[in-house]
């Protein structure tokens, strides 16, 4: 039997988007939720700890602690080519932590970044990661899943802007 389990964890966190057209280039926060969704076989070894589960919610929860809280919770990430990156990197060497990474920080792309983050951990303990999808507000989300990674990179030359 196969099937699809999830976990969510919450962080705060701050990000600006450089060039929105309006609030959101501005540095703010939002409490983040990050759940991350697994799709493989229930194990069926008799007498185990994980008999009846496709994995133990604790193994996931250690994950993503390990890998997201653990390094963004309380911090800010901010793209690397923001025009204000020389100043976080002041921040970043007086101890503020500060992650930069090489996109804008929209939900779309952490979604995508955390996904190949907890990928190759997951995929060692031989479990199959579905999807990571985030919250940046109650009401927003974004997620990428396995099948967006296979797809390759999107083509958004024609997409119109509004
Ligand atoms: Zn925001």
């Not at 690397?80 to 002041?90: C, G, K, L």
């Not at 990474?101 to 990661?129: G, M, Q, R, S």
Request: some cysteine.
């Amino acid at each position: 039997m196969k099937l699809l389990i999830t976990k969510h964890i919450e962080i705060d966190m701050g990000h600006r988007v450089p060039n929105h057209k309006s609030k959101c280039r501005n540095l703010h926060g939002h409490r983040y939720k990050i759940e991350v969704g697994v799709d493989d076989v229930v194990i069926t070894t008799p007498g185990t700890s994980d008999e009846g589960m496709v994995i133990d919610f604790g193994d996931v929860k250690k994950l993503m602690m390990d890998i997201i809280d653990e390094k963004y919770d309380h911090g800010f990430v901010m793209y690397h080519q923001d025009e204000f990156a020389d100043i976080f990197d002041r921040l970043l060497l007086k101890g503020q932590r500060i992650i930069f990474v090489p996109f804008i920080p929209t939900a779309e792309n952490l979604a995508k970044h955390w996904f190949d983050l907890l990928e190759a951990p997951l995929k060692y303990l031989k479990i199959n990661l579905h999807h990571v999808k985030v919250w940046e507000t109650p009401t927003s989300t974004a997620t990428f899943t396995k099948h967006d990674k296979r797809s390759g990179k999107i083509d958004t030359s024609q997409k119109k802007l509004i």
